[in-house]
């Protein structure tokens, strides 16, 4: 298995982030989704479904913000007949950078760049499977509406994990729309 630089880039970006979580403005938040293969992904793997969690923290009051998550999500494969499906899941871990546009009170549009590590798990029906773990990277776009105390969401992502080994080279790409729930923690709050 080749090692990336996604777990160190979250592990630079977490020794920054927790030293002021005490005093941030910061969220926790749960989501999911559908995910839609892409280029050599999308040869052989279907729609599938994806979770996340993470925390937000908000970098002064100008619509700034930095994110880590985690994720973990499946994608069967293409079957011919009746045999049974293989499949593919998919987990790891990124940080993001973004802005989001207008008033923290009220509806907003925000985007977002990511960087991370991207686990590829091969199962199939029959035998032994394989995995690898590649460089992960990509974007959001998306909506939050306060709602009471916590902020729902909408997203659309397209992330593209970057696979080498043994002189082969492969993407697990794909788009994704994700939906979840958004709740402030911390004094900044």
């Known amino acids: 298995m080749k090692r990336s630089a996604g777990p160190l880039f979250l592990a630079m ?3 920054l982030a927790v030293p002021t ?5 910061a969220s926790i938040f749960l989501g999911g989704g559908a995910t839609i293969p892409t280029g050599d992904y999308g040869d052989y793997a279907k729609t599938g479904w994806m979770g996340q969690a993470g925390a937000v923290f908000n970098v002064g009051s100008n619509g700034l913000f930095v994110a880590g998550e985690g994720f973990y999500g499946s994608n069967t494969h293409e ?3 009746t045999a049974a499906a293989d499949k593919t899941n998919l987990y790891g871990a990124d940080g993001q950078v973004g ?8 509806a907003g549009l925000y985007v977002a760049g ?17 995995s690898s773990t590649g460089i992960l990277f990509g974007g959001i776009a998306g909506v939050d509406i306060p709602v009471g105390k916590v902020n729902v969401w909408v997203e ?5 994990g970057r696979h080498s080994e043994a002189g082969d080279s492969w993407n697990t790409g794909f788009f994704g729309l994700f939906a979840g729930v958004s709740i402030p923690v911390g004094s900044g709050n």
């Open 114 to 130: 990511l960087l991370g590590a991207l686990i590829h798990k091969y199962s199939p029906a029959t035998g032994t499977g394989d």
């Open 13 to 15: 970006l977490l020794a």
């Open 21 to 25: 979580l005490a005093s941030a403005q």
């Open 79 to 81: 079957t011919i007949g």
């Open 99 to 106: 802005y989001r546009f207008g008033d923290q009170e009220k």
């Open 156 to 160: 659309g992502r397209w992330m593209n």
